[in-house]
């Protein structure tokens, strides 16, 4: 019997390979808004979703300034910027300034919840089974498919990355807009994540999905989430 572990080992590794192959994609919004609404239309009132608006001539114009920013130019094709003010810039399906999507604009869901191409088809499937059979899914498998369950890095990706930062990560192109130019900019994860105007706010999950991987604050915003509307995919 002992003989066989050595095979399995090998055919696990495979399979592995074989997933990380499948390398999920960024989608846009449009998807993940049919299906949650309630976070949708919470999201679209926030900073996040009017990111790319920040880069336009003559907005913000006494940040800009503060920063040694033009306030007179047009930063909404500067590579130097729009990745942190849109969604999968330089990624396959992200943000591309030559032919702006629509759904890609702004710092939207799949900046912090991962590119979706591959989780949210197993969104879909664990809905109908929970609908149908009362059977919850693994959760195990979302974070397989690319979905993203700490969230830290992803928000020290664009906040903390500039030079000297506390973040190891930080590489060009940084943001213009740090501690050192203004207190305000600081940015503490546990803070910012709170802030549901800025995140979006939280609604009731029915619990198709368990297990683990789960952020130390989900039944924290699950105790204070509001009742949602649950969409249909157009
Ligand atoms: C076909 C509909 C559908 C689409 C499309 C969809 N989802 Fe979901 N999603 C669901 C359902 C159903 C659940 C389970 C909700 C529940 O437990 O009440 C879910 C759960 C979630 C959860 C919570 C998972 C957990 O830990 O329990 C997050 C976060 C989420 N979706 C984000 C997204 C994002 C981001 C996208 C777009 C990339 C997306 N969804 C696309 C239907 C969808
Ligand atoms: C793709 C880059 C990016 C990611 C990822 C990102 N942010 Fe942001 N965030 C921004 C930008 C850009 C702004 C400023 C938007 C503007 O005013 O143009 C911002 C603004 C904010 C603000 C301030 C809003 C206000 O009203 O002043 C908070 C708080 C915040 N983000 C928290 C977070 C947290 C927490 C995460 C991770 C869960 C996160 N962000 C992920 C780019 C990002
Ligand atoms: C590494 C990510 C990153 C890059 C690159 C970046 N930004 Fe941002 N930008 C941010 C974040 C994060 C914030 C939000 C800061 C906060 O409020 O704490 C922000 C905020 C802003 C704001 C609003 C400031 C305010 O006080 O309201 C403007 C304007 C802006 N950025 C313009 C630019 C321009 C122009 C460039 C290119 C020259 C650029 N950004 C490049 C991450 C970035
Ligand atoms: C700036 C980061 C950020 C953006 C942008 C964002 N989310 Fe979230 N989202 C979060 C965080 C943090 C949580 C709480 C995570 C948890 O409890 O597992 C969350 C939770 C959720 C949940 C679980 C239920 C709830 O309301 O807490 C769903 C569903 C969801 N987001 C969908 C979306 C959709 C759809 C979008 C785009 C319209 C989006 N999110 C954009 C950070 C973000």
Avoid at 11 to 32: F, H, Q, S, V, W
Avoid at 57 to 80: F, G, I, M, S, T
């Amino acid at each position: 019997m002992s003989l066989r572990i050595p095979f399995i080992l090998a055919a696990l590794a495979m399979l592995a390979t074989a997933t990380a192959d499948a390398a999920p994609n960024y989608e846009g919004r449009k998807k993940c808004g049919s299906c949650h609404r309630s976070q949708l239309d919470s999201w679209e009132k926030t900073a996040h979703a009017k990111a790319l608006d920040s880069l336009a001539p003559k907005v913000k114009v006494e940040a800009k300034k503060k920063a040694k920013l033009d306030p007179n130019k047009d930063y909404r094709q500067d590579a130097d910027c729009v990745g942190c003010h849109s969604t999968g810039f330089n990624h396959e399906g992200g943000f591309d300034p030559k032919e702006p999507s629509k759904y890609l604009t702004g710092v939207g869901c799949e900046s912090c919840h991962g590119p979706g191409s591959e989780y949210r088809l197993q969104h879909r499937k664990a809905g109908q089974a929970f609908e149908k059979k009362k059977q919850a899914t693994a959760r195990q498998q979302l974070a397989e498919a690319g979905q993203e369950f700490q969230f830290e890095e992803r928000c020290a990706s664009c906040h903390l990355n500039y030079e000297g930062s506390p973040w190891k990560g930080a590489k060009k192109p940084y943001t213009p807009f740090t501690p050192k130019l203004d207190k305000k900019y600081g940015f503490e994860f546990g803070k910012a994540v709170r802030n549901d105007k800025a995140m979006h706010e939280h609604f009731k999950l029915e619990g198709v999905f368990t297990g683990p991987p789960l952020p130390s604050f989900r039944d924290e915003f699950q105790s204070k989430a509001k009742p949602g509307v649950k969409g249909k995919e157009e």
